[in-house]
C-alpha cells in the first residue's frame, strides 16, 4: 500500500489551517489517514509549525513519500537532516553519539531563529500600536499585551537569563506612559492663557486712549 506524507485541510473559509498526517495515496485530501504527526497554520508570521520529529523520521524510514509541501516542512524541522545523519552513521561515518550532537545542535540553532522572528514580530505590532493610539491608556495596554507576549517567548527561549529581565520591563515602562502626558500637558495651557492676558491687554488699553 503506498503511503504518503502530508497536509489535510481544517479551519474555517479564508483561515485555512492544517494537519499533517500519513495517509494512503488513495485516500481522498481530508479522508480517512492512518496517523497525525503535527499541524501547520500559515496564517501567523512566521508560520506555525508542530511536528513530531520522531513519528515523521520512522515513517520516512518505512517508506513513505511526502508531498513538496510536507517534503519543505520535514526539512524546515531538522527531519531531513536526521535522515542525513543516521544514513552516515549507517555507513561508518560518524559515530551515534556524534550525529545525535549534531541534530540536538541543529534543533536548538533553529528554535531559537524562530522564538527571534516571533519576538521582531511582537516588537514590530507594539511599535505600530505606539504610532496609531492616540490617547495614552491605550498605548499603555497594547504595550503591556505586547510585552507579556513578548516575554512568554523569550522565556521559551532562554528560561535561565531572559526571565527577570522581562518580568521587570511592564513596572518600568509603566509610570513613564502614564506620567508623561500630565507632565507636558499642564505647563502648555498655562503658558498659552498668560500669553493671550499679555497680548490682550496693550491693545485694550491703546484703544481707550
Known sequence: MPVKIRLARRGRRKQPFYHIIVADSRAPRDGKFIEQIGSYNPMTKPATIELDREKAYEWLVKGAQPT???????????????????????????????????????????????????AQTLQEKLDFHRRVS??????????????????????????????????????????????????????????VKVEVEEATAPTASSEEE
Open 68 to 118: 513538496e509541501t510536507a517534503r519543505s516542512i520535514l526539512r524546515f524541522k531538522g527531519v531531513l537532516y536526521k535522515k542525513h545523519l543516521q544514513r552516515g552513521v549507517t555507513k561508518g561515518a560518524m559515530s551515534q553519539e556524534t550525529a545525535d550532537q549534531l541534530f540536538s545542535e541543529y534543533v536548538e540553532a533553529k528554535e531559537a531563529r524562530i522564538a527571534e522572528r516571533f
Open 134 to 191: 492616540g490617547s495614552p491608556k491605550k498605548t499603555y495596554v497594547a504595550e503591556a499585551a505586547a510585552t507579556e507576549a513578548l516575554s512568554d517567548f523569550q522565556e521559551a527561549a532562554e528560561p535561565s537569563t531572559e526571565t527577570p529581565a522581562t518580568e521587570e520591563a511592564p513596572a518600568a515602562e509603566a509610570p513613564a506612559v502614564a506620567e508623561a502626558p500630565a507632565a507636558e500637558e499642564t505647563p502648555a495651557v498655562e503658558e
